[in-house]
């Protein structure tokens, strides 16, 4: 794929539905004895792996352009699969059901693609077998993951201090808890997104939050009772065009329907830290907040420094923060982000090698990156790889929208794992490509 400046963006997108809820109303409306509908779900390449594995345990999903219909027969009417539940690309979908399958009574297999064989599944075997739940990982902390394989898993709570900052091993200590026979307490360090304890409330389960601190019920699985859903946009999607409008001059652009859960609104705290122009406009809260973001270019943006608590707010958007802090005025710092090394790519080294070849200034550190900005100098290729990362493809594409030059970016197809239609609204705030 080849691309380059296009001049300035402006118009009106609505960013597919967050890739966190789909999964996880996927999970929870399969596990229901009835049905659901997901409006506005995502349909990208990482939720189609959570669809395809329900459907391999016999729930009847269909699917169409906006929609999401879980018909199931419930967890207890599911079926042993034949084959390995495949994963693909997707994390969440792999870590998530280590913690659900672990409550059904039969033995599953779960693997993914060559990224997923490499991402630390230890952080979630360890809390579910203090549980009680008989799950055995490849050198015993990578896929295939074997769940109840000979002996049947006998769940119990859990008082668990979170050691990394991770929704995912928070979520996958939560599926499992469903089934429970005592109660579920997790304390987190720093908040990560809630959307699974937010659509567990939602969904008629007993949980309770204070502050860091989460009590799940026994039993809880007893009572879910499913309502419809509709996802809001993902705004870790929204985040490539929230960039792209602050640094391509000229542009003004309004991305509606986006998520803005206090929990993942990370990059907006960012942009407002810069001194970016920028305006959210909340249209509704029920379960999670939706907002529409109004954004334009930004000529004179302040150096920052990135850290702490704000790090699990806006993980998936360092990539493209890291470009953005290319653009800002002096020397910003990201810190405390050493999750960045185990997602799809080792996003440090990735974030490093792109720009830094596209002439931005970035050094690598241990736990982040030290972005020195507005200081480029010549590009050193013309052709980038997304090392098929998504969120890697998708920070290429938006730095090549001030490229006079083309740049050429391999494996750009990366980008359907969580927006398809990334390159259609590309076109859409600008007409011809
Ligand atoms: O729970 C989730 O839906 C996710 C949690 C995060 O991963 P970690 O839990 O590994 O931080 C995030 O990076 C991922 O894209 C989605
Ligand atoms: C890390 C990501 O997803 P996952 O962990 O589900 O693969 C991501 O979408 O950036």
Redesign the pocket.
């Known amino acids: 794929m080849k691309l380059k400046s296009i001049g300035p963006l402006q118009g009106e997108i609505s960013v597919p539905g967050d890739?966190?809820i789909t999964?996880r109303a996927i999970m929870l409306a399969s596990l229901y004895n009835g049905e659901t509908v997901i409006y506005k779900p995502l349909l990208g390449e990482d939720c189609l792996s959570t669809i395809n594995i329900f459907r391999q345990l016999g729930v009847n999903i269909s699917i169409t352009s906006d929609k999401i219909i879980v018909d199931s027969p419930g967890y207890e009417a599911f079926q042993e699969p034949d084959d390995v539940l495949y994963t693909g690309n997707s994390?969440?979908t792999t870590r998530l059901l280590c913690g659900l399958l672990a409550g059904l009574p039969f033995k599953t297999v779960l693997d993914g693609d060559d990224s997923i064989r490499k991402r630390p599944m230890g952080r979630i075997i360890e809390p579910l077998r203090q549980m009680g739940v008989n799950i055995k990982g490849n050198e015993n902390r990578f896929t295939p993951v074997v769940i109840n394989e000979g002996t049947l898993s006998n769940i119990n709570g859990i008082d668990y201090v979170m050691p990394v900052?991770?929704?995912?091993?928070k979520?996958a200590i939560l599926f499992a808890g469903l089934f429970a026979n005592s109660e579920v307490r997790i304390t987190e360090q720093d908040i990560?997104?809630n959307?699974t304890e937010l659509m567990f409330n939602q969904s008629n389960i007993d949980l309770e939050v204070d502050d860091n601190k989460i009590v799940l019920k026994p039993l809880s699985i007893d009572k879910l009772k499913m309502h419809d859903i509709t996802v809001p946009g993902d705004i870790?999607s929204a985040a490539f065009f929230i960039v792209a409008a602050l640094i391509v001059p000229d542009s003004r652009i309004v991305l509606s329907n986006v998520g803005t859960n206090i929990t993942r609104n990370g990059i907006i705290e960012v942009v407002k830290m810069m001194g970016g122009n920028i305006e959210v406009i909340e249209r509704s809260v029920n379960a999670e907040p939706v907002s529409d973001i109004i954004v334009s270019y930004t000529g004179d943006l302040k150096a920052i420094t990135i850290e702490g608590e704000l790090i699990?707010k806006l993980?998936?958007e360092i990539p493209v923060i890291a470009l953005l802090l290319a653009h800002a005025n002096g020397k910003s710092v990201i810190k405390d982000a050493e999750?960045l090394k185990v997602?799809e790519t080792n996003r440090i080294d990735t974030v490093v090698s792109e720009l830094n070849a596209l002439g931005y200034n970035i050094q690598p550190t241990h736990d982040g990156m030290i972005v020195h900005g507005q200081s480029r100098v010549d590009r050193t290729r013309n052709i980038f790889d997304s090392f098929n990362d998504h969120r890697i493809g998708m920070m290429l594409a938006i730095a090549a929208l001030i490229e006079l030059e083309p740049i050429e970016i391999h494996r750009f197809e990366a980008v359907n794992v969580s927006y398809p239609n990334f390159l259609d609204h590309i076109k859409q705030l600008k007409g011809d490509l």
């Open positions: 890739k966190s999964h994390g969440t900052k991770s929704a995912q091993v979520s990560s997104r959307h870790s699990p993980i998936d999750e997602k």
